[in-house]
């Protein structure tokens, strides 16, 4: 009988099937980027993947409407994947008014865009991040920037650099070169910098409405980039406050002791809609696409929730984090296979695979299909740290035989100490 057609056996385009080895890699680094977090006061959310299509739409920005993934359930309603976790904690508190303020939360879930897909874009993807509600102090922006850079290092990606910008400083950097058109549009315009070529992107700024002229002066200004440290003197030329707020976050970062990691780049601008202040986006190594993203969003909170309410974030790509940081895949071998030789045995066995279990361990009893010989193989391929065999001269004798399958020596070890739970064949 022919199976399934080639392309069916496939994931859906975009997506992809996380296999245990893949999927022990990926737990790895959600406990570690979650240990971050936590240790930052962050708590965990989790929404449904599902929302109404409106409060997707409302604030998405043309391009990410675009990427929606839409439907009607069969009720009529219309509907969406979340593209991100920024809109649905936003809704979340748009009927939490009374939640205490400023809100720390974070998120490690799939997050779902009908992007075209290739290396380092998918159709379903994690993001890792965090949300800061309710602040609008400089000490908020620090705290976010720094726990980004915290949340790289904890996955141990130790050459990275997180590149910042200002919405406000972008929007009078636009004034000062008397740019009319659609300040939406020539952002989104600018932030394909570096991802086609610049010529494309003049073009899509002459579209937004800008002059030739006045186009190429934009790109030559955006190309400036400062170390960090200098962000507090260059904003201060297109805003004295500005410049004043970005010597308060500065001096947080140093306390942090994570200044040194950033830098001012007049490219980065991000591609959301719903950003109004800081916005910044973290490389690592030598992986071409940005690992993570995020920014202050004043407004977006005030759409849903008629309050304002200043917050800021950032979310990292889980699958680009770990294609950049070498991490693929995570083995976790068994700790014990136990294999009664015979039907007498089982029930010894079942009881030798309890005991180690309630001490913690993770045990598979073999189900008798398999010889001895066959079993052992199996084992050696698929990871098991010891191999428990139970026969009859082993009940007469009341021992368990276990064979230490890297050393590859065996032990005979008194039936009542394994029953009594044993930490380790070894252990006196
Ligand atoms: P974003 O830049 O759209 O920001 O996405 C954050 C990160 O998700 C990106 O830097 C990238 O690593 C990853 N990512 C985006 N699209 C894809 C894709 N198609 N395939 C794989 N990875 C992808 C946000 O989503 C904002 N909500 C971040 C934020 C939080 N801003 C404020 N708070």
Redesign the pocket.
């Known amino acids: 009988m022919p199976g399934l057609e080639d392309q069916l056996r496939r994931p859906v385009r975009g997506m992809r099937d996380i296999t245990p080895e893949q999927y022990y890699a990926l737990k790895k680094v959600e406990d570690g980027l979650s240990k971050v977090a936590e240790a930052f006061g962050y708590r965990r959310i989790e929404t449904p993947a599902v929302e109404h299509f409106e409060v997707l739409a409302r604030k998405a920005g043309r391009e990410i409407v675009d990427e929606i993934y839409y439907f009607r359930d069969k009720a009529g309603r219309e509907l969406g994947l979340r593209f991100?976790?920024?809109v649905p904690v936003a809704r979340v508190l748009s009927y939490r008014l009374d939640e205490p303020k400023p809100v720390r939360w974070y998120y490690f879930t799939k997050v779902w865009?009908y992007?075209e897909p290739q290396h380092?874009?998918?159709?379903e993807?994690h993001?890792f991040?965090v949300?800061l509600v309710g602040s609008d102090s400089p000490r908020a922006d620090a705290e976010v920037l720094a726990l980004m850079a915290k949340s790289l290092e904890a996955v141990g990606v130790r050459d990275y650099v997180i590149r910042l910008n200002d919405r406000a400083a972008m929007d009078r950097m636009l004034a000062s070169l008397g740019v009319g058109g659609s300040r939406e549009e020539i952002l989104r315009a600018l932030d394909k910098r570096g991802k086609v070529p610049d010529g494309e992107i003049l073009e899509m700024l002459r579209r937004a409405g800008l002059d030739g002229a006045t186009a190429e002066a934009l790109m030559a200004l955006i190309s400036e980039r400062r170390p960090g440290s200098e962000a507090p003197d260059f904003f201060s030329k297109y805003d004295r406050d500005l410049g004043e707020r970005y010597g308060r976050i500065v001096k947080a970062l140093d306390a942090y002791g994570v200044l040194g990691r950033f830098e001012v780049d007049l490219s980065i601008v991000?591609?959301?809609d719903y950003y109004t202040g800081l916005v910044f986006?973290a490389y690592a190594g030598e992986y071409r696409?940005?690992?993570?993203?995020?920014?202050r969003?004043d407004n977006l909170i005030e759409l849903y929730s008629g309050v304002r309410t200043p917050a800021?974030?950032?979310?990292?790509?889980v699958?680009?984090l770990m294609e950049a940081a070498g991490i693929t895949r995570a083995e976790r071998p068994l700790d014990y296979y136990v294999y009664p030789v015979t039907e007498d045995a089982f029930k010894t066995a079942v009881e030798v695979a309890e005991a180690l279990r309630d001490k913690g361990a993770s045990v598979a009893v073999d189900l008798g299909e398999l010889t001895l010989r066959e079993a052992l193989e199996r084992a050696a391929k698929t990871g098991v740290a010891y191999f428990v065999i139970i026969g009859r001269k082993e009940l007469e004798k009341g021992v368990v035989r276990i064979r230490d399958m890297r050393k590859r020596v065996e032990l005979e070890v008194e039936l009542d100490r394994v029953r009594g739970g044993l930490a380790s064949p070894y252990a006196p």
């Open positions: 991100d976790m920024t865009r992007d380092g874009r998918y159709r993807f993001q991040g949300e991000r591609g959301l986006e696409l940005a690992v993570g993203g995020g920014g969003y800021l974030g950032f979310a990292i790509g699958e680009r």
